[in-house]
Nanobody
Framework: QVQLVESGGGLVQPGGSLRLTCAASGPFLDDLAIGWFRQAPGKQREAVSCINKNNGYYGDSVKDRFTISRDHAKNTVYLQMNSLKPEDTAVYYC???????????????????WGQGTQVTVSS
């Protein structure tokens, strides 16, 4: 069974930065696309960014501000978030699936694997 554990959330001022970490464990991790969804109160769940072996994806709202990277040796995915805005406030979930299109939010099907979530709050 694949397990995903997030860390790195917290409170940051507008314009600041945070780095989220997703530590993955389980079988066939190299075959999975791993990424991030977020959920803000009263808003729809949103796919933020994801990565597989060769390709990355960013949602329009985070392009040019967020950078995703993956360390296959450590089974870890990082999301570097810069120039944070109050509208980035949400619970961020690490997610994984065999299909990049699912983790990128291009499918009605939700990702197969979810972490427990980490809160990111952007406020002065």
């Amino acid at each position: 069974q694949v397990q995903l554990v997030e860390s790195g959330g917290g409170l940051v001022q507008p314009g600041g930065s945070l780095r989220l970490t997703c530590a993955a464990s389980g079988p066939f991790l190299d075959d999975l696309a791993i990424g991030w969804f977020r959920q803000a109160p009263g808003k729809q769940r949103e796919a933020v960014s994801c990565i597989n072996k060769n390709n990355g994806y960013y949602g329009d709202s985070v392009k040019d501000r967020f950078t995703i990277s993956r360390d296959h040796a450590k089974n870890t995915v990082y999301l570097q978030m810069n120039s944070l805005k109050p509208e980035d406030t949400a619970v961020y979930y690490c997610v994984a699936d065999r299909l990049l299109t699912v983790v990128a939010g291009f499918s009605s099907q939700p990702p197969d694997y979810w972490g427990q979530g980490t809160q990111v709050t952007v406020s002065s």
